[in-house]
Structure formats: structure tokens, C-alpha cells
């Protein structure tokens, strides 16, 4: 099932029911007006809403509508958690290696997890509107599940059933707010602005044999500035799987329905090396600053300049036939104006 | 004006008006069925909400009901934000000199402040329910505030015009996992669990003159196992008012009505040093953790343990006639069962 949140003027925006192939949609607002109210009913309206999803697909709905990527909210506007995971260690190793730290034996066992703002999230066709460039703002292409109500300390057995949907994440990063940020030791605040999901959200079943050990084994398409920036296999070199993730995050305490627990930037590896541009024949990265530690890595210093604004951000993802599944994160970096 | 929510069996209870003295109450589902929604409209509901809070203290209502804070949530019993920052710069000093570190100039300008999780806050006289004492259970004794809608880049000008309500927190804080949480830079997540806040939250005029400055000039009451543990003054050493914090939350981001932004453990100094318990005439403490860093510093060892099953803590603040403004958070610490 594919479910998207448009526009409407209110704060939650309107659920829908959307079509497979992404062209026409159904309003289901006397059985859900919002995802979270959906996600906070989810035994008994996620039948229902399947049962609709079903019969939109066969054409046998009255009252569709031409589904439009452009009129989509993030599909939780705002939402109670939002905890992203860094489960790529091929990031971190990256990270580290640009500034010859090694990494420390637990991160390949204890996943790496900060709780991100969750309470205003941008649309997936918004600008990304911030104040300064200084800040050094880059753009992370991840994969992203919501979940139900999960109890504390759920075990890695009971964590699968708790994954419901899955989406598309643009983690906006402030590369030059975090060193000193997480120095503080205190997390990420400044340095992870809001960040927006893809047009649309959809169940694992909707995914086929891709979603498996509760991975996606599928390519993130990045492009940036209208290039492919990279194309990573999201199951691959996935040291963390989203089951283990929901478990990290519920260790010591309950999660709300409507919680969604992020992949961290996908990156992979080449050869068992750091990965190699598109050009260059590799996969190529989901956020500026992989590249720029590759170059820091070859050559000593980063040539790739972070976001200016003007430059445009796209994450999509399609299943093995090319056709887009969620719908994609189409974003334009602009200077923010004070009111 | 003073609010509370009830439980009423679904996720976001019940809002109702409370009487200054928290004797009676009034159900307010007509105007704004919960807290959050009140927020998202504050401009419209505030004042209506303020004439039957007015009728309510002049005896003029009727279904009128008797108020017991047993029966309430959290104000907000799941919020879209919480952020909590370290205002009083004592705490931090403290911990510092208990492990011979310094504290960075920085720290005097620019505030701690991490993102808490907020998706599952649980109620003011509901027990603590926790899997291991091995993770060094501790309370600590807060004051917080509730913003309405705060633009990205607010001045410190217009931040307390974005201060809505006021209320008291127990932010739970598991010691024992913070050190390995903290190093690796991401935050807390593990170490602060599930947290509460008072029954009652209230506008800032229901203070009158000890707001000012957007610090709140009256002592926290903290009774640990029914003794007086800590009567900080809330103003008192109190680095970061709550308009610094709110800036500092807002500076990459807007803040969705219904942000919590807490001032982190109340902690005064005593002559300029380290403060004193009650017994040997200080004020005392509003976390373990500080007098256990005062036994380290003093004796070199620390030897009040942190809580037990069964522990309990209390949490209030009295106006200056002594009468309770909030209600008061009390809670039990009980053994985690799986179900």
C-alpha cells in the first residue's frame, strides 16, 4: 500500500490513498484524516485503507484524483520521534579516516543513534530555506521506516512486525555546526535542521523479496544539480538492519506509533575500500562530504564545495522495473529571509 | 491561567481549566479537546480558555469538578519537541571538577542543549518503570517551558513573547550509560528514558513578579523518600534564561507550537563554590549525581547510590504564600516487566 499526506493548509496536512504507479490518489478522510491518527488506529484502519489501496489499483473507485508530487507534504508533517541511526559504517569509517581516528571496535555492535527535531518537518518539494552558507549545508539520501507502538526493550525477533511503512529521507546536515556541536557531546541540535521525506510512504509488503532481513535491496537514486551523485545499494554494506535499529532505539524506553527510526546516510563500499565517484566507475555517494573526504583521503584537501544556493537536491528510489516507488525529494537550497 | 490534562484512555488525555488552587476543574473539550491542540490554535483558544479559568476562580461556572492530580498525564502526555538544555552551568562545573576537567569558556555563552525523545512522556504520579538498576537510575529536578510557533533565527528580543506555559520536570537520567553514550558524540538517547512533568502548567502571568527576566524566582521543592533533598531558587545561577534557550533552540530551525524546552537540573551555588546539602545547612541538590560529584570532590569516592526500587521522588514549587503553583510530580521507581 502507498499512502502520502498533501497539503491542505493544516498543520498535519491530508492523508491519501495513492495508486502503485503513482498517478492518481484517493482522499480516505472519514476513515483516516491524518497518517498519525492512521498509524495511532493502525490495526483497524490499515485493513481498510488496503482494501481502498486494492480497489484503486483495479480502477474500482469513484472520486480519484490525478496524484501530483508537487502538493505533498513529508508523509508525518510533524511527528513525536524522529531518531536517525548512522547503520552505513562505511560512513563513519570514512569520517574517521579523513582525520586518521580509528574507529572504535563497538560502533561495529552499539549502532551510532541520535533523536533528530521532529516537529517541523519540510515537504519533500520545499526549499530548504537556512541562513548561511558558513554553516556548510549538505544534503544526506537515506531510507527511513515508521513504526507502530513499540514496547521497551523489544527483542530483534519481536521488531519486524513492529516496521510499517517504509519512505525516503533528505537529512539536511550543517557540516561545519558539527564538529564543534558534537564536541558539546551533547548531539546534534543545530547541525541537523529540518529535514523532509518522499512524496510517498508504503508498507514493506509493498516492496516484494527487496525488503529483506528488513533491508531494502534496492539503489537510492541521489542526483545532484541534475548528475547522478550516486546510486548505493541500500541492503548493501548495511551494517545495522532496521530491525536492529527499532531495537536500539526502544532499549530503555517505549516508542509511540508514528516513531520513524532513520538508516543514516546508505554508502557503499568498493572492492572493500571506500567507494569510487560515477565517473570514476563506482556508485558514487549520498552527501557531499563522503566525496570530500574521499578527496581529503587521495589528495589532502576537499575540492567539492558544500551546497550553494541555487544548487538542487533529488532522491528517488525505483524497483527492479524502473519505476519510482516513492515518489522523489526534489529540493532547491534558498537563502532564508527573516520576516 | 493554569492547565491540565487528564486521563480519559486515549493518547493525548483530556484538557481542562484548574483553579488557582487546584481544588476543582472544568472540561474545556468544546474550546480544544487536548493540550496540543490549544497550542496549535493559542492566539483564538488562549483567551477563551483565560475567561473560564476567570469564572472558574470566581466561582462562577457550573460542572464544575474536584481536581486530583492522581488522575493526570503529563500537560503534554507526547510533545513534537522536547529540548533540553543545561542552564545552570553549576551542575555542569560540578561534574567537571568531580573528574578534574575544566569547563570550556564556551560553555558560559553557548548552552548545552540536546534533543529528548517526546513521543512517550509518561504521567506525574506514574511509577518509573525501568529494566536495570545497573544503569544508575537518578532524577533531576527541572523547571520548562511551552512555546508557541517560533520562527527560524528569533532574537532574543521576541523570545518571550513565545513562552506560552510554564511547568515542572523529572527528567529521568540514567547515569551509568551516559559516559560510553556521550562518547560517541550522538547524544543521548539510552541514558534519558521516558520523562514527566507536573500536572498542572501554567501561563506566565500566574506567576507575577517572579517571572522576570524569563527565570522563574522561586525555590524547587525535591524530596527524595519523603526528605527534603533540594530547595534550589530557580533564578538563582541560572546562566541561560529561558529566552537564551529558546533562541538557542529556533537558531537553524522554527519550533512547532507545543516545543518543550527545559532549563535542565536546577542547581544553585553556595558562596560562590560548590553547593551544600540541606543538612549541613546548603540547598541541596535536584539530582544524586551532583551530591554523589560532591562526595567525589570531597571525599574521593561517591556514596549515596542512586535509586532503588521502591525509591520515591517528589517535585513541586510553592508560590509565596506556599502554595503548590504546579501540582507535584511523584513517582516510584519499580522494576520494568516485559509483557
Chains 1, 2 share one sequence.
Not at 513525536?80 to 579523513?98: F, I, M, P, Q, T
Not at 561545519?176 to 512524496?199: A, D, T
Not at 526502544?250 to 516508542?255: E, F, G, V, W, Y
Amino acid at each position: 500500500m502507498k499512502l502520502s499526506t498533501l497539503k491542505n493548509g493544516t498543520r498535519d496536512g491530508m492523508l491519501v490513498v495513492v495508486s502503485r504507479d503513482l498517478k492518481k490518489y484517493v482522499e480516505v478522510h472519514s476513515i483516516a484524516p491524518t497518517l498519525q491518527f492512521a498509524l495511532d488506529y493502525w490495526r483497524i484502519k490499515e485493513p481498510i485503507l488496503k482494501e481502498i489501496y486494492k480497489k484503486l489499483n483495479d480502477n474500482d473507485l469513484e472520486d480519484v484524483k490525478v496524484f501530483d508530487e508537487k502538493f505533498c507534504e513529508s508523509p508525518l508533517p510533524r511527528a513525536y520521534a524522529w531518531a536517525d541511526g548512522s547503520a552505513y559504517l562505511n560512513h563513519v569509517e570514512l569520517v574517521r579516516k579523513a582525520r586518521n581516528a580509528e574507529v572504535p571496535k563497538s560502533f561495529y555492535s552499539d549502532p551510532l543513534m541520535y533523536q533528530g527535531g521532529s516537529d517541523s518537518f519540510i515537504g519533500p518539494r520545499d526549499d530548504i530555506e537556512l541562513e548561511s552558507l558558513s554553516w556548510g549545508v549538505d544534503f544526506e539520501g537515506e531510507v527511513a521506516i515508521i513504526t507502530d507502538d513499540v514496547p521497551m526493550g523489544t527483542s530483534i525477533e519481536d521488531a519486524l512486525e513492529h516496521i510499517k511503512l517504509l519512505m525516503l529521507v533528505n537529512d539536511v546536515s550543517l557540516r561545519n555546526l558539527i564538529p564543534p556541536e558534537l564536541s558539546k557531546g551533547f548531539g546534534f541540535l543545530h547541525s541537523k535542521p529540518s529535514c523532509s521525506f518522499s512524496p510517498v510512504c508504503v508498507t514493506p509488503d509493498e516492496l516484494g523479496d527487496v525488503w529483506k532481513n528488513s533491508k531494502v535491496n534496492l539503489a537510492l537514486d541521489v542526483q545532484y544539480n541534475e548528475d547522478l551523485f550516486g546510486n548505493p545499494i541500500a541492503a548493501n554494506d548495511m551494517t545495522f538492519s532496521f530491525s536492529d535499529l527499532l531495537c536500539h532505539a526502544a532499549k530503555t524506553r517505549t516508542l509511540c506509533a508514528g516513531t520513524i527510526i532513520g538508516s543514516g546516510t546508505v554508502s557503499n563500499k568498493l572492492d572493500g575500500g571506500a567507494g569510487k565517484t560515477i565517473i570514476d566507475g563506482g556508485r558514487g555517494y549520498s552527501c557531499i562530504a563522503e566525496l570530500r573526504m574521499i578527496e581529503v583521503i587521495n589528495d589532502g584537501v576537499a575540492k567539492t564545495p558544500f551546497m550553494n544556493y541555487g544548487d538542487k537536491i533529488k532522491i528517488s528510489m525505483s524497483d527492479k522495473a524502473g519505476d519510482s516507488i516513492f515518489g522523489s525529494i526534489e529540493q532547491t537550497l534558498v537563502q532564508y529571509e527573516k520576516e
